[in-house]
């Protein structure tokens, strides 16, 4: 439950206003802790993601799950989601072992699940190091939570800001920070 109560802080502390992309990945399960029971059956990644899409879900955001190197870091999301910021859907469907637990947990539990290749989330949670930056918008601010590792796996948040353009002239909306 450790994951629910770390995404819902998360969600709470960046205080949405609007349903927005979110990327999350997690590692393999070696990196996280095995002491639950949930952890040691094979459904631990239907059992992990059940926990973040509600959470997500009760925030009215969108998940995305970040798919492994072997599907050239695609993402899975709802189709709604893909729709509605204009991302060109593929055709792959993740696998454990190409793609990912979590992104096959996310395909099989999503309504719609559809995959793209790239998104630009408004935020993003990675735990494992897996390096979500690439699907983030282009200026990424670390966002500082207390949970610093699930088991040995790093937790690592950001969001993300408009960019600052302009001069030393330049005047800011410090709303929009």
């Not at 770390?6 to 990945?25: C, P, R, T, V």
């Not at 494992?128 to 200026?139: F, K, N, S």
């Amino acid at each position: 439950m450790k994951h629910i109560r770390l995404q819902k802080k998360f969600l709470k502390k960046q205080n949405w206003k609007k349903a927005i992309s979110l990327l999350w990945d997690v590692p393999p399960v070696k990196y996280v802790e095995k002491r639950s029971e949930h952890i040691r059956s094979r459904n631990w990644p239907i059992w992990f993601f059940a926990g973040i899409y509600e959470a997500t879900k009760e925030y009215g955001v969108y998940l995305a799950a970040q798919c492994c190197e072997h599907l050239n870091r695609a993402l899975i999301l709802e189709k709604d989601a893909a729709r509605k910021y204009g991302y060109p859907m593929v055709n792959v469907v993740p696998q454990p072992k190409a793609g990912g637990s979590f992104a096959t947990a996310a395909y099989k539990n999503f309504k719609h699940p559809v995959a793209v290749e790239h998104i630009k989330a408004a935020a993003g949670m990675d735990i494992g190091d897996t390096l979500i930056g690439m699907h983030l918008q282009d200026v990424a601010v670390p966002t500082r939570i207390e949970t610093k590792q699930i088991g040995n796996a790093h937790v690592v948040c950001a969001r993300t800001r408009l960019k600052f353009i302009g001069g030393e002239r330049a005047v800011y909306d410090h709303d929009l920070m």
